[in-house]
């Protein structure tokens, strides 16, 4: 279960979210539990979150170790800020800053090769949905991206599928949609890396979900786990996702 906070959330109000948040969740045995804030958040969330079952990540990272790539932030600084998971390829990150499968494919590598795990995000937008292309959006993503790794990286990652027409609009995939595209996703991993590997993968559904659909959405088999925007910002709220 893991919250991407965006921009959102300064170190202070970092603290106060955890300060609420940590014992409502200290009987969560069940899953991950994940917080990815931002940058300068970071800190402050490690540090919150210490002695918890709570593990922090990044929302982004660069594939260099270092050097002069200006406002970029790499894996090994994620990891010396205390943080183990990193969210890659967001829709908002394809969207606004330009991602594309290949650079996905890049952070990815780097995310493994500085020791986080990486929750590498696909998804359709809005007209490829209408359009029907759906399942070509979701088999380019996986053949252009994720089917780049070997099967040792491969087995470290957790994907999370996004459509992009559910994230930040209400608009919710109903648990079958989002059932409709994971078993696609799976296929496509069972194909090209094997039956377990298809079974052994998480796979998470982003996009809208709320303390109200949470059951629906976690009752499919094929849904793993939730990537969560909005409703992870407030500590009763995400707490009652976590505990669905
Ligand atoms: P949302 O965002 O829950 O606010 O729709 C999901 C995401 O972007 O990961």
Not at 101 to 107: A, F, G, N, P, W
Not at 120 to 141: D, F, K, P, S, W
Request: proline share 4%; hydrophobic share 45%; charged share 20%.
């Amino acid at each position: 279960m893991a919250g991407n906070w965006k921009m959102y959330k300064t170190a202070a109000e970092t603290a106060a979210f955890f300060e609420k948040f940590r014992p409502l969740v200290e009987q969560s045995g069940h899953c991950d539990i994940v917080i990815c804030p931002p940058f300068p958040s970071l800190a402050a969330a490690v540090a919150a979150a210490h002695g918890s079952r709570i593990e922090i990540g990044g929302q982004n990272l660069f594939w260099a170790k270092e050097g002069a790539y200006t406002g970029e932030v790499s894996g090994p600084m994620l990891v010396a800020a205390g943080a183990k998971w990193a969210i890659i390829g967001h829709s908002e990150r394809r969207q606004y800053f330009g991602e594309t499968d290949e650079s996905v494919l890049k952070k990815t590598v780097a995310a493994l090769e500085a020791g986080l795990r990486p929750i590498v995000c696909v998804g359709e937008r809005l007209e490829q949905r209408e359009a029907g292309q759906t399942e070509a959006v979701l088999l380019n993503q996986f053949r252009d991206g994720i089917a780049k790794l070997d099967p040792e990286q491969f087995a470290k990652i957790v994907i999370a599928y996004e459509p992009v027409w559910a994230i930040g609009t209400g608009r919710t995939a109903t648990p079958e949609i989002a059932s409709e595209a994971h078993r696609f996703i799976r296929g496509q991993i069972e194909a090209h890396y094997g039956k377990d590997a298809a079974a052994q993968t998480r796979i998470l559904y982003g996009g809208s979900v709320k303390p109200d659909n949470i059951k629906g959405l976690m009752a499919q088999r094929e849904i793993d786990g939730v990537l969560v925007g909005g409703a992870s910002l407030d500590a009763v709220g995400f707490a009652s996702i976590v505990n669905f």
